[in-house]
């Protein structure tokens, strides 16, 4: 492996514990304003520093994160289909090679569409970013999207990463599913699991906690994160089970203390807020021995 990919990989996978929390937050490119995720710079701006990489669009990135930030970016560049489309699977490559290296990305992501209308068309096309990307040095991570016909059992999945590594995908991205072990275990290049969607936090952490220990290296998780009424708590219970060998119960508990702490803090924050006014209404009385400025 060139050293320019080695090093943009361990970027995203951790080389001390073969592990990686990535942040999800590039729903836009096809539900447009996500639930929670309507002002993408707000949401990102806490977790940025808790997550190992952050996958999203070029648009986010570049509207909504700060150039000086050392979090790894993980840029989609496929992309086509709306929710209300006709077929969600019918993307295409949306960013140019040399656009991705000007905006430093460290990995590329496209979606493959295995079963689907546009099979063909989403193959192909992980098939030419690989080429295309490796010439700079650039792992690409490809997504194994479900259509709503397809179901998410082990044999499809399987199915999808490994067709997905053997178009020379340097990690996949998929959903966790009951014997995920063999998901894993038939594909040769790294597996992430997807968050999906927003369920009980607990529940949350169990599926990080059942996926690392099938064999994933971690979590690409959005909405179950960023659409927690505590995002920062949730990221960093995420974080423990992934990077700190936490169980479910000692992640759960983490989480619900750092969210009682959030909600305290929340409170005060409120009550300060009311009293802001009065206090400002006797600041700002006007001098009236002063010329005051003119309203326009
Ligand atoms: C979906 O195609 C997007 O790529 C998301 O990044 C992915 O689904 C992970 O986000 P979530 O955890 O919300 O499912």
New binding site residues.
């Given amino acids: 492996m060139d050293w320019g990919l080695k090093n943009r990989l361990s970027r995203i996978i951790k080389p001390h514990n073969n592990r990686a929390l990535m942040l999800?937050?590039?729903?836009g490119y096809?539900l447009g304003p996500t639930e929670k995720l309507e002002n993408p710079k707000k949401v990102i701006a806490p977790l940025l520093r808790h997550c190992d990489s952050l996958?999203l669009t070029r648009g986010v990135q570049r509207t909504s994160v700060p150039a000086e930030t050392d979090t790894p970016m993980v840029l989609?560049v496929s992309g086509g289909s709306s929710i209300i489309g006709e077929d969600l699977s019918q993307e295409d490559i949306t960013v140019s090679i040399q656009d991705a290296i000007r905006l430093n990305a460290s990995a590329l992501?496209m979606?493959v569409f295995v079963g689907s209308k546009y099979e063909y068309q989403t193959v192909v096309n992980l098939g030419k970013l690989v080429s295309e990307a490796e010439q700079y040095g650039i792992p690409v991570l490809a997504?194994t999207?479900v259509g709503k016909e397809l179901g998410k059992d082990a044999r499809y999945l399987s199915l999808a990463c490994r067709m997905a590594a053997e178009q020379g995908a340097h990690i996949v991205?998929t959903y966790y599913c009951d014997n995920f072990e063999k998901v894993v275990e038939s594909c040769p290049v790294p597996i992430i699991v997807?968050?999906?969607?927003k369920i009980p936090e607990r529940d949350a952490l169990q599926l990080t906690y059942n996926a690392v220990k099938a064999g994933a290296v971690g979590?690409?998780?959005?909405?179950?994160?960023w659409q927690s009424e505590h995002p920062v708590a949730m990221i960093k219970a995420t974080r423990a089970i992934i990077h700190q060998n936490a169980n479910v119960d000692q992640a759960f508990k983490m989480y619900k203390k750092l969210a009682s702490e959030d909600s305290q803090k929340k409170s005060k924050g409120k009550k300060q807020n009311k009293k802001k006014p009065n206090q400002n209404k006797s600041k700002n009385k006007p001098n009236q021995n002063k010329p005051q400025p003119k309203k326009n």
């Fill in positions: 999800a937050v590039d729903h096809f996958m989609r992501a979606s997504v999207a991205k997807a968050g999906g969607k979590v690409d998780m959005g909405r179950n994160i």
